[in-house]
């Protein structure tokens, strides 16, 4: 038994480790090559943390991958991260211009390659700017560590409160290791710390003014959604009961918990599909995914579902749960019943109706609640929506309150990380001015303008970059 078990795990090891593979350096440059270099490309626009697409890619065509890979990080310090888990389907390449000849370019398997090639711990680090000022960031996730990056490249003093003991927020406790691998993302994630910005592991912050008080010119609050909610169903007590964000933090912790057989996970989102692609790796015959929303409107990132389906994951699609079925203490099945909006296009569960004669039965071993997730600390001293989201105002981030500015899923109740870190970006320019303000108000600043923040990624041009300033073209 013992061994059978070791087995098991070894196995579930094994099907949990990073899966997909980065290009070969010839085969990288044959597809950059398809790159038809737009005049005005929509790709750039398509990418919420502003990378000059066309140009990386421009880079990997000549040969010059570090170059591609700096160039990248300045603008997005998730290179390699984003180049795994980016939705590209619905960002750069949704827009790229080579699908009406064939198929569009794999900007984010490009972006893979060149992150590979030289990672976040090893990449050169750009001048710092100086200035005076000490800003305070509440959470190490993609939206914390990108302002914390922009704020250090500034010259500002950075410190980071973190609750957990790891940095990386949903990418090293969310996403499963199958898609992103905790140790690769730490390794990208060391260059926040190179560039000299304070981490502090194990700190909860409660209260972002209570920063201000202590002696920090600005806050950036972006604590993320760390509440997983509960359905609220007869038989959720049962042992074999779990919620998905426990599910999936075990296991990117290297916990290999044993589902058994069968499997239903409850939900339509990415965390679902996550859970439901992990309960199979975890040694699961048969996963079922049972939701409200039709297979159109599902919440999850198309390429997930699509992916859920080749693996062979079955779709209970829009129907609701009606209870869990236990014997002595243990979850042996689901009861589901199918449903019809009552109002179109409002899909909430308070919209929905059961439609008479379909209820069903499942026999499962496990089930997994994936219905959404919550603020796990309310900042009560900010203005908030009534899910305890921060209200921001949208061109600055600044908050109700003078100082502290907020950003990532904090604020838009769930997104994606390439959005996470736009609005660390967003907001630590905002958060220069602000700081820049208080100083030069008080005489302090020393701000000596900004050739210091010129990255060193655009020493040592490359031919194909000297070729493009000839003529005039290229995107600053
Ligand atoms: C399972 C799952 C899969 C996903 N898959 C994808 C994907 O494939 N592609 C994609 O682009 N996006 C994906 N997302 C969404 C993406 O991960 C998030 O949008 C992104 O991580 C949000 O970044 P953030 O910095 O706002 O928050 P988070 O990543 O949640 O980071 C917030 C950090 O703040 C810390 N914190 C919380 N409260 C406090 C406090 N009081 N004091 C100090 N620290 C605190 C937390 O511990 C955490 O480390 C996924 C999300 C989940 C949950
Ligand atoms: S839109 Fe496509 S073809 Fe045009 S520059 Fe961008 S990646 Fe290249």
């Known amino acids: 038994?013992?061994?059978?078990?070791?087995?098991?795990?070894?196995?579930?090891?094994?099907?949990?480790?990073?899966?997909?593979?980065?290009?070969?350096?010839?085969?990288?440059?044959?597809?950059?090559?398809?790159?038809?270099?737009?005049?005005?490309?929509?790709?750039?626009?398509?990418?919420?943390?502003?990378?000059?697409?066309?140009?990386?890619?421009?880079?990997?065509r000549f040969g010059n991958f570090r170059g591609a890979?700096?160039?990248?990080?300045?603008?997005?310090?998730?290179?390699?991260?984003?180049?795994?888990?980016?939705?590209?389907?619905?960002?750069?390449?949704?827009?790229?211009?080579?699908?009406?000849?064939?198929?569009?370019?794999?900007?984010?398997?490009?972006?893979?390659?060149?992150?590979?090639?030289?990672?976040?711990?090893?990449?050169?680090?750009?001048?710092?700017?100086?200035?005076?000022?000490?800003?305070?960031?509440?959470?190490?996730?993609?939206?914390?560590?990108?302002?914390a990056a922009e704020l250090r490249k500034a010259g500002l003093e950075v410190v980071i409160f973190e609750r957990s003991e790891e940095p990386g927020g949903v990418l090293t406790r969310g996403i499963p290791p199958f898609r992103l691998d905790p140790a690769f993302t730490e390794g990208e994630l060391a260059y926040v710390e190179r560039l000299g910005a304070d981490l502090r592991l194990g700190e909860e912050v409660e209260d972002p003014v209570s920063l201000l008080d202590g002696g920090f010119d600005a806050v950036f609050v972006s604590a993320g959604l760390w509440r997983s909610h509960a359905v609220g169903l007869e038989g959720e007590t049962l042992d074999g009961v779990m919620l998905a964000g426990d599910l999936l933090t075990r296991v990117a912790s290297g916990d290999r918990p044993d589902l058994g057989e069968r499997v239903v996970v409850i939900g339509g989102g990415n965390v679902a599909m996550d859970a439901a692609a992990t309960a199979l790796r975890l040694g699961a015959e048969r996963v079922y995914v049972c939701c409200l929303e039709s297979r159109e409107e599902m919440p999850a990132f198309p390429s997930e579902v699509e992916s859920a389906q080749s693996e062979g994951i079955e779709f209970r699609t829009r129907t609701r749960p009606v209870r869990i079925l236990g014997k002595d203490g243990e979850v042996v099945g689901y009861e589901g019943a199918g449903i019809?909006?009552?109002?179109?296009?409002?899909?909430?569960?308070?919209?929905?109706?059961?439609?008479?004669?379909?209820?069903?039965?499942?026999?499962?071993?496990?089930?997994?609640?994936?219905?959404?997730?919550?603020?796990?600390?309310?900042?009560?001293?900010?203005?908030?929506?009534?899910?305890?989201?921060?209200?921001?105002?949208?061109?600055?981030?600044?908050?109700?309150?003078?100082?502290?500015?907020?950003?990532g899923d904090i604020v838009s109740g769930g997104g994606t990380a390439v959005q996470a870190v736009a609005d660390g970006k967003g907001a630590a320019e905002s958060i220069v001015a602000y700081v820049e303000g208080i100083h030069e108000s008080s005489g302090s600043n020393i701000d000596e303008g900004a050739p210091g923040n010129e990255l060193s990624v655009f020493e040592g041009r490359d031919a194909e970059d000297n070729s493009e300033e000839r003529r005039g073209g290229g995107r600053k």
């Open 1 to 60: 038994m013992m061994e059978e078990t070791t087995t098991r795990e070894g196995a579930a090891r094994e099907a949990l480790s990073e899966e997909g593979r980065t290009y070969a350096p010839h085969e990288a440059v044959i597809e950059a090559s398809r790159c038809l270099m737009c005049e005005d490309p929509p790709c750039n626009v398509g990418c919420p943390a502003g990378v000059d697409v066309r140009r990386f890619i421009r880079k990997i």
């Open 69 to 147: 890979a700096r160039l990248v990080r300045d603008a997005n310090l998730m290179v390699g991260i984003c180049g795994r888990i980016c939705p590209q389907e619905m960002l750069c390449m949704e827009r790229c211009t080579r699908a009406a000849l064939d198929t569009p370019i794999d900007i984010a398997g490009l972006q893979r390659f060149a992150g590979d090639v030289e990672l976040g711990e090893t990449a050169p680090l750009p001048e710092i700017g100086r200035r005076e000022g000490r800003v305070a960031v509440i959470g190490a996730g993609p939206a914390g560590l990108a302002a």
């Open 340 to 407: 019809r909006w009552k109002q179109p296009g409002l899909l909430v569960p308070s919209n929905a109706e059961d439609v008479p004669g379909t209820e069903f039965r499942i026999a499962a071993d496990s089930v997994v609640e994936a219905i959404g997730q919550g603020v796990l600390t309310e900042f009560t001293s900010l203005d908030l929506s009534d899910r305890g989201l921060v209200r921001v105002d949208p061109e600055t981030m600044e908050t109700s309150v003078e100082g502290v500015f907020a950003g």
